[in-house]
């Protein structure tokens, strides 16, 4: 695929404005063969400056839900729909996520994962090409068809919400146990890992 070298793209220039808003392409990180696989919208301002998906607060707060369930970030896949950040913020346009859909597909493809949990309303929307109450549809399982193959997906709140919401925490670190049950790695975490925290 044009623009894409295994799992990483390099010099995409499909979407104007998020070429001239990003500092850099922000590709997914982690296993290029993991069994879980994460999916925001798009870089913010952090990830775009560290060049990584979900290293601000909503990444601690992941990071902490994984930690939670006896995974690292180290045994995940994180990415994103789109992999610019777009102007202040914002969320990405049709036009960007449907530019960005085919090295989401290849991504997929290549790391096959056993669960994609989508981490939000704007990756949730695009999977399934319907609207979707997140707050509502957090925690069920659905099958979503990406390019030529279909996976199983999990629906979550964004980390985000729980930052304003403190309601929605604990119903997003049971969502991310979930996520560890149903993709098999909960049965290889030894259940100790969060016990070094103490």
Do not use: W
Request: hydrophobic content about 35%; overall charge negative; some cysteine.
């Amino acid at each position: 695929m044009e623009h894409m070298e295994g799992l990483c793209v390099t010099g995409c220039e499909r979407c104007p404005e998020l070429v001239d808003s990003r500092s850099r392409i922000v590709n997914g990180v982690g296993p290029d063969d993991a069994d879980l696989l994460f999916l925001g919208e798009a870089p913010g301002a952090k990830e775009d400056e560290g060049g990584e998906p979900f290293v601000g607060r909503s990444g601690s707060v992941l990071d902490d839900a994984l930690r939670e369930a006896g995974l690292a970030r180290a045994d995940v896949r994180i990415t994103n729909c789109v992999r610019c950040r777009p102007p202040d913020n914002r969320d990405p346009t049709s036009d960007e996520l449907s530019n960005c859909r085919g090295y989401l597909a290849r991504e997929l493809e290549l790391v096959d994962p056993e669960l994609v949990v989508t981490l939000g309303k704007v990756p949730s929307q695009h999977l399934l090409d319907r609207g979707v109450a997140i707050t509502n549809e957090s925690g069920s399982v659905v099958d979503a068809r990406v390019g030529d193959a279909s996976y199983r997906v999990l629906l979550s709140v964004h980390p985000a919400a729980t930052l304003y919401d403190r309601s929605q925490r604990e119903g997003f670190f049971e969502t991310i146990a979930r996520a560890a049950d149903l993709s098999g790695l909960a049965d290889s975490a030894d259940g100790q890992a969060s016990l070094g925290d103490f």
